[in-house]
Structures are given as C-alpha cells and as structure tokens.
C-alpha cells in the first residue's frame, strides 16, 4: 500500500498544479478584464480544489507510514524536510486555497468572485511550488 501511495500523491502532483496554474490564470484575467463568472469557471475552481484537497488526504495517510517522517531525527535534512517543511508548508497552502474558494462562493459580485480566487488560489500555488521535494532540491524524490 505504502509505494502505490507514494507514487498516487507523486503523480497528483501534476494535475493538482496544473488546474491550479490554469484557474489562477483565467481568475487574474477574468478580475483584471471584468468579464463575468461562469459556470465553467466555477467547475476548474472547484476542480482544483479537489485535487489540492485528494493530496492532503493522501499526504496525511503517508504522513503515518512513509519511513521519511520520523521527530527522532530533525537535525538530519531530509527527515526534517518531510516531517516539518514539506507538510506545514502545505497546510497552509490548502487553507489558503480552501479559504479562497469559500469566500468566492459566498461573494455576490462577480469581479470580487475572481480576485477572491486569483489571490488565494495564486499564493497557495507559490506555497505549493516551494514546498514541493524537487529532485534537484531533494534526494530521492522522483519527477512522477
Ligand atoms: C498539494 C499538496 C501536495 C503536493 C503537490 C505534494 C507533493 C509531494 C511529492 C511530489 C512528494 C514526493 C513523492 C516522491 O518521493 O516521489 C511528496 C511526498 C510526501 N508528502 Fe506530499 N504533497 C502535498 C501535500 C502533502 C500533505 C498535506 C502532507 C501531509 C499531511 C504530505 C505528506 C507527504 C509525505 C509524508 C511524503 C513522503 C512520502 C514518502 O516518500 O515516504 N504531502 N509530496
């Protein structure tokens, strides 16, 4: 169960950053360009906030099995990386993420609808892209 999990949340990885890419792009354009909030719209941003939320449930599944997290060795980088850096730095990504979305929804205006998103979704998605094991930041991580 342990490497289907690790290679599910891996692989995620991508869609997740790709519908956030894509929905802070039209949110900023469609803010920026007032142009109305659609029933498309609504469904990438909801999408996205799917898939943000899929990798935090596995992400907290692999956070009690993956031999990566372990508070005995914090002085080591790697561990720490995992146990401390990699998921707060999450969390808070996806409540900032969750939080964008729930505000958007409850917004009646249409302009603010989209700069709810576009902020909110937009500085999750740096968060995301930092915390992130890179292979060329961190050993042993893959690409997929
Ligand atoms: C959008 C959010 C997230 C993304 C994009 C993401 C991405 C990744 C990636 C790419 C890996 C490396 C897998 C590999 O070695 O190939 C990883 C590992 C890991 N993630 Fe996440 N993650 C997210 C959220 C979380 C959260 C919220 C937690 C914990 C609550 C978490 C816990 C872990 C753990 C424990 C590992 C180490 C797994 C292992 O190799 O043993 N992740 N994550």
């Known amino acids: 169960m342990y490497p289907g999990l690790v290679h599910a949340h891996s692989g ?12 802070v792009a039209v949110a900023i354009g ?6 109305g909030y659609t029933d498309g719209n609504r469904k990438l941003y ?13 992400g907290l599944l692999l956070y009690f099995i993956s031999p990566k997290v372990n ?3 914090l002085s080591d980088k790697l561990y720490r ?14 409540v900032l993420i969750t939080i964008g979305y729930s505000r958007s929804k409850r917004a009646t205006d249409p302009t603010t609808k989209q700069r709810l998103v576009g902020i909110f979704y937009g500085l999750g998605l740096l968060l995301i892209l930092a915390s992130i094991p890179w292979p060329f930041r961190i050993p042993g991580a893959g690409w997929f």
């Not at 995620?12 to 929905?23: E, G, Q």
């Not at 990386?81 to 996806?94: D, N, Q, S």
Request: glycine letters at 4%.
């Open 30 to 35: 469609k803010w920026q360009g007032r142009s």
């Open 71 to 73: 508070f005995d060795q």
């Open 12 to 23: 995620l990885r991508w869609i997740a950053l790709i519908l956030l890419l894509a929905a």
């Open 81 to 94: 990386f995992y146990t401390v850096e990699h998921t707060t730095g999450m969390l808070i990504a996806i």
């Open 46 to 58: 909801l999408f996205t906030l799917i898939a943000v939320h899929t990798q935090l449930l596995i």
